[in-house]
């Protein structure tokens, strides 16, 4: 993977909008967890088991990352959405902290990219992360919606 530039530059462009979108999405789901409060206690359980399902996922994904043959197999895209969810889960859960100071080594060793100096364009990065934040909200609505009818 590393011989080939225009894959390098895909990684480069995906790893750039991960770290960009994931940490835009920590910050949205900091924002439902304060936004909580304004229900009632039984939304409040059901919002908050939603939200830990979501960091459970989110967690059994990125142990992938941990196994050498993931990276062997990884593609930009595959890549780039990892690290995503460790940026965005990081400060909810320790495993994607973890994976995500790990993450950071394995591209740094293995691509020699810096996490930090990486980019790719804003369009790209802003029309990615509106169609995230479409798909959350759209989700966030059908289940305060179900909450409201009485089902699930």
Same mark, same amino acid.
């Given at each position: 993977?590393?011989?080939?530039?225009? @894959?390098?530059?895909?990684?480069?462009?995906?790893?750039?909008? #991960?770290?960009?979108? #994931?940490?835009?999405?920590?910050?949205?789901?900091?924002?439902?967890?304060?936004?909580?409060?304004?229900?009632?206690?039984?939304?409040?359980?059901?919002?908050?088991?939603?939200?830990?399902?979501?960091?459970?996922?989110? @967690?059994?994904?990125?142990?992938?990352?941990?196994?050498? #043959?993931?990276?062997?197999?990884?593609?930009?895209?595959?890549? #780039?959405?990892?690290?995503?969810?460790?940026?965005?889960?990081?400060?909810?859960?320790?495993?994607?902290?973890?994976?995500?100071?790990?993450?950071?080594?394995?591209?740094?060793?293995?691509?020699?990219?810096? @996490?930090?100096?990486?980019?790719?364009?804003?369009?790209?990065?802003?029309?990615?992360?509106?169609?995230?934040?479409?798909?959350?909200?759209?989700?966030?609505?059908?289940?305060?919606?179900?909450?409201?009818?009485?089902?699930?």
């Amino acid at each position: 993977m590393a011989d080939n530039k225009s @894959v390098l530059e895909a990684l480069n462009v995906a790893v750039a909008a #991960g770290d960009l979108l #994931g940490e835009r999405l920590s910050l949205a789901t900091s924002d439902e967890l304060v936004e909580m409060e304004d229900h009632s206690p039984l939304e409040i359980a059901e919002l908050f088991e939603d939200f830990e399902s979501k960091r459970d996922a989110a @967690v059994a994904e990125l142990a992938e990352t941990r196994a050498a #043959g993931w990276w062997e197999s990884a593609t930009p895209y595959r890549i #780039g959405h990892a690290y995503m969810l460790a940026r965005a889960w990081k400060d909810h859960a320790p495993e994607a902290a973890a994976a995500e100071a790990s993450m950071r080594s394995e591209l740094a060793e293995r691509y020699d990219i810096d @996490v930090e100096t990486c980019h790719a364009p804003a369009q790209l990065i802003q029309d990615q992360y509106e169609r995230l934040q479409f798909e959350r909200l759209k989700a966030l609505k059908a289940k305060l919606r179900q909450m409201a009818d009485g089902t699930e």
